[in-house]
């Protein structure tokens, strides 16, 4: 269903008992709310939890900033490396509004949030600039933007910029299956024909590479959160990846020093995404922060 939140139309999924706890999950770059699986959603459910999805703006069926077209990004680049300002169309502080937008058009004052990649980072902001809002706090694959973090290899970042042939649903889903191939969990390797039609139904229900981009620039902006990282009080688990090629180990590692009374639990066999295998493992840890709270 298409909600009103901060302000713009925000698309959101709602499972599970309406007296359940709610946990609110935030998705990654680009990402849709469907890139959360179903198999997770049904493990939370079945653990007595109120699950929201949602698509985050400038992705999936939420509303979006393509006004301002694609963004170059070269310069906010260069001017990240020099550590001057980097402008940006919005910030993922505006992304954490959104996501408390939601809460509040559901009705719901508090729920346990999880956000994995970008979305993480998006949970971080929410944990302290709406920290009555937030009960605990999964970080999954996800980071502090320290600088001093080992950044992923020159053939990671080769497959992040590399783009479909065309906007073809076939050369998209193509492309995207090189890059799971490349990010994805090594010790979990996805059945290729299931993924073609999970990645194909993604791509067929929505596609906005200006939007990835622009949520870039978001993240480019933001820079070091580390300061933001040591005021966050909720309990908090932090999942990681042993083998994450895009974000390595080390910063879950970072995330866990940071945050006060934080669990860390870094999964062999790991990487970028998120494994149908480690679903119950997923969910456990989870439920695990919200036991805290």
């Not at 079945?46 to 310069?75: E, K």
């Not at 479909?164 to 191939?181: G, I, T």
């Not at 070091?224 to 908090?236: A, E, H, M, S």
């Not at 149908?276 to 709270?293: E, I, K, S, V």
Request: proline share 8%; charged share 20%; aromatic share 2%.
């Amino acid at each position: 269903m298409n909600i009103q939140a901060n302000g713009i139309q925000i698309e959101v999924d709602v499972q599970g008992p309406p007296a359940g706890e709610p946990v609110l999950l935030v998705m990654g770059l680009g990402m849709q709310l469907v890139a959360w699986p179903d198999e997770l959603v049904a493990e939370l459910v079945a653990r007595g939890f109120r699950v929201i999805r949602f698509d985050n703006r400038d992705a999936g069926l939420s509303a979006g900033h393509d006004h301002l077209g694609m963004p170059g990004m070269l310069v906010p680049m260069l001017r990240h490396a020099l550590r001057l300002p980097v402008p940006a169309p919005y910030r993922l502080r505006d992304m954490a509004d959104d996501a408390v937008g939601v809460l509040d058009a559901l009705g719901i004052a508090a729920a346990h949030v999880c956000g994995a990649s970008m979305g993480g980072m998006i949970a971080q902001h929410m944990a302290v600039h709406h920290a009555q809002r937030v009960k605990s706090l999964g970080l999954v694959m996800t980071t502090s933007g320290a600088r001093h973090l080992p950044q992923p290899s020159l053939r990671v970042r080769q497959a992040l910029m590399a783009r479909p042939r065309s906007s073809a649903v076939a050369d998209v889903v193509a492309h995207l299956e090189r890059l799971v191939h490349t990010i994805g969990s090594p010790g979990h390797r996805p059945d290729p024909a299931r993924m073609r039609l999970r990645l194909e139904a993604t791509v067929r229900r929505a596609w906005r590479p200006a939007g990835t981009a622009r949520q870039l620039l978001a993240i480019v902006a933001d820079g070091d959160r580390t300061p933001l990282l040591r005021q966050i009080r909720q309990p908090t688990r932090v999942i990681h990846g042993a083998d994450d090629p895009l974000v390595p180990p080390a910063a879950g590692r970072h995330l866990a020093s940071l945050v006060a009374g934080a669990t860390l639990d870094l999964v062999p066999g790991m990487g970028h995404d998120l494994p149908l295998a480690l679903m119950p493992r997923l969910a456990d840890g989870m439920a695990q922060a919200a036991g805290r709270a």
